[in-house]
């Protein structure tokens, strides 16, 4: 069975960083594209940033390019967000997922499996 954790979410300042990290079991980490989504309450999931099976290949939203840095670890099934300058906007549950042959990465449905998220919150 899989299972995708995050983790590392938490309380920080506007301009203040967070690595968040996301422990996989269940699946060979090097098999799946990875992806991370955020939800702020009341709104739709969002794309976030997007992995490569290899690490090869990275792509993000608009609004985090330059200041989030998405990473992988395949010996470890983790994947990682690095996330700097974080902004009062970037406030939301972060969530992992997994996907096998993605062909549109920013779509939410072409994802296998999902983690429960972590909730990032940041204050002005």
């Known amino acids: 069975q899989v299972q995708l954790v995050e983790s590392g979410g938490g309380l920080v300042q506007a301009g203040g960083s967070l690595r968040l990290s996301c422990s996989a079991s269940g699946l060979t980490a090097s098999t799946y594209t990875m992806a991370w989504f955020r939800q702020a309450q009341g709104k739709e999931r969002e794309f976030v940033a997007a992995i490569s099976r290899f690490g090869g290949t990275t792509g993000y939203v608009y609004s985090v390019k330059g200041r989030f840095t998405i990473s992988r670890d395949n010996a470890k099934n983790t994947v990682y967000v690095q996330m700097n300058s974080l902004k009062p906007e970037d406030t939301a549950v972060y969530y992992c997922?997994?996907?096998?042959?993605?062909?549109?990465?920013?779509?939410?449905?072409?994802?296998?499996?999902w983690g429960q998220g972590t909730q990032v919150t940041v204050s002005s």
């Open positions: 997922t997994a996907g096998l042959r993605t062909s549109a990465a920013r779509l939410w449905n072409q994802y296998n499996y």
